[in-house]
T-cell receptor, first 112, second 118 residues
Framework: GEDVEQSLFLSVREGDSSVINCTYT??????LYWYKQEPGAGLQLLTY?????DMKQDQRLTVLLNKKDKHLSLRIADTQTGDSAIYFC????????????FGRGTSLIVHP | EPEVTQTPSHQVTQMGQEVILRCVPI?????FYWYRQILGQKVEFLVS????????KSEIFDDQFSVERPDGSNFTLKIRSTKLEDSAMYFC????????????????FGSGTQLSVL
């Protein structure tokens, strides 16, 4: 079955860039997502990319998609302490199912 | 922004007991989902629900699980006889549509119910 993998932790200094990586296995994925979960809250959609795109930029966020390697990354420029959260990668496959498949989340810790 | 509300935020139960987790979807949303996350593991899809029927379910969603929308507002997940391995955070999510035209549909998640089975 399809699978989404992410590293568990990332620690960065405030002001640096963060890069969170994700790999997925399903070549029929149509949309790929980044969700953010702050403490005590549900997952919130941060950004997404359609599978025919290589890159999407949204203010401090840059999503890169390497479809050949099935690799997705989220770059956060000028990381702030408020960016500390868990970031989930997810993909939505085609072929009649519209259910996103999530990874286990990457805990981003931003320290001064 | 509209919110999905889940109650309770924490539920502790004895093994073998029945539990009901509740979710109030966003009012104009038509598609409802349950996901769960066992500590340290992935967020796993359980079931999707539309028009008072299950539209898709995973292998996890066995006969011990059921969903319903009893009063047209609440969307509930029932676990009939809880097991230790059911301990997890359970998330309800809703979408307005299904994205069948190829458009993206944003999932709105509740803040979850932490279920602990002792």
């Amino acid at each position: 079955g399809e699978d989404v993998e992410q590293s568990l932790f990332l620690s960065v200094r405030e002001g640096d860039s963060s890069v969170i990586n994700c790999t997925y296995t399903d070549s029929s994925s149509t949309y790929l997502y980044w969700y953010k979960q702050e403490p005590g809250a549900g997952l919130q959609l941060l950004t997404y990319i359609f599978s025919n795109m290589d890159m999407k930029q949204d203010q401090r966020l840059t999503v890169l998609l390497n479809k050949k390697d099935k690799h997705l990354s989220l770059r956060i420029a000028d990381t702030q302490t408020g960016d500390s959260a868990i970031y989930f990668c997810a993909d939505r496959r085609g072929g009649g199912s519209y259910i996103p498949t999530f990874g286990r989340g990457t805990s981003l810790i931003v320290h001064p | 922004e509209p919110e999905v509300t889940q109650t309770p935020s924490h539920q502790v139960t004895q093994m073998g007991q029945e539990v009901i987790l509740r979710c109030v979807p966003i009012s104009n949303h038509l598609y409802f989902y349950w996901y769960r996350q066992i500590l340290g593991q992935k967020v796993e899809f359980l079931v999707s629900f539309y028009n008072n029927e299950i539209s898709e379910k995973s292998e996890i969603f066995d006969d011990q699980f059921s969903v319903e929308r009893p009063d047209g507002s609440n969307f509930t997940l029932k676990i009939r006889s809880t097991k230790l391995e059911d301990s997890a955070m359970y998330f309800c999510a809703t979408t307005e549509g299904l994205g069948t035209t190829g458009t993206n549909e944003k999932l709105f998640f509740g803040s979850g119910t932490q279920l602990s089975v002792l």
